[in-house]
T-cell receptor, first 112, second 112 residues
């Protein structure tokens, strides 16, 4: 099954509203990262998280390693927030570079 | 200015041919990666390198060969191309074993 499962798969938001995206992990995630892929295909790192929360402007993310999930909250959605949001989990590998396992993404459309 | 440069941005190849995707990063990172994104699958880890040494290989086919001539270079040679290899290939880097991952703009490969 999917090691990193994102929900919802797609979401349409009215400009100015709030929403939350979620990732559930079936691997022992030690850190989580959230990315936004814009319509041109560029991937931008939004957050790098150890267990806990971080906030950056209108975005807030939380990672609970015990319950194996992470959330990304978007407040006051703007048109430029549209794109595909990916979460990725890292599980510690002894002696190696820890790789990220990505979810399938949430396609967000912000409409005027 | 982009800190991770990938070349070419777009390429078209015929089945059976060989191509090399170029990646240079100017972030001073020790760890470099290749990921693949196709329409059918989420971002998929391929290789990781640390200090020019292969750390992890999750690519089943030996047709994919990473090459690191310098610490900040990680090219990807693909031989005997197949239509199923069509995808966008992303180079990425981070400072160490754990940490925030940064992506290049991607190289979109189409195999006819």
């Amino acid at each position: 099954g999917d090691k990193v499962k994102q929900s919802p798969s797609a979401l349409s938001l009215q400009e100015g509203t709030n929403s939350a995206l979620r990732c559930n992990f079936s691997i022992a995630a030690t850190t989580v990262q959230w990315f936004l892929q814009n319509p041109r295909g560029s991937l931008m790192n939004l957050f790098y998280l150890v267990p806990g929360t971080k906030e950056n402007g209108r975005l807030k993310s939380a990672f609970d390693s015990k319950e194996s999930y992470s959330t990304l909250h978007i407040r006051d959605a703007q048109l430029e927030d549209s794109g595909t949001y990916f979460c990725a989990a890292e599980a510690t590998v002894t002696g190696g570079n820890n790789k990220l396992t990505f979810g399938q993404g949430t396609v967000l459309s912000v409409i005027p | 200015d982009p800190k991770i440069i990938q070349k070419p941005k777009y390429l078209v190849a015929v089945t059976g041919s060989e191509k090399i995707l170029i990646c240079e990063q100017y972030l001073g990172h020790n760890a470099m990666y290749w990921y693949r994104q196709s329409a059918k699958k989420p971002l998929e880890f391929m290789f990781s390198y640390s200090y020019q040494k292969l750390m992890d290989n999750q690519t089943a086919s030996s047709r994919f060969q990473p090459q690191s001539s310098k610490k900040n270079h990680l090219d990807l040679q693909i031989t005997a191309l197949k239509p199923d290899d069509s995808a966008t290939y992303f180079c990425a880097s981070k400072a160490g074993g754990t940490g925030q991952l940064y992506f290049g703009e991607g190289s979109k490969l189409t195999v006819l």
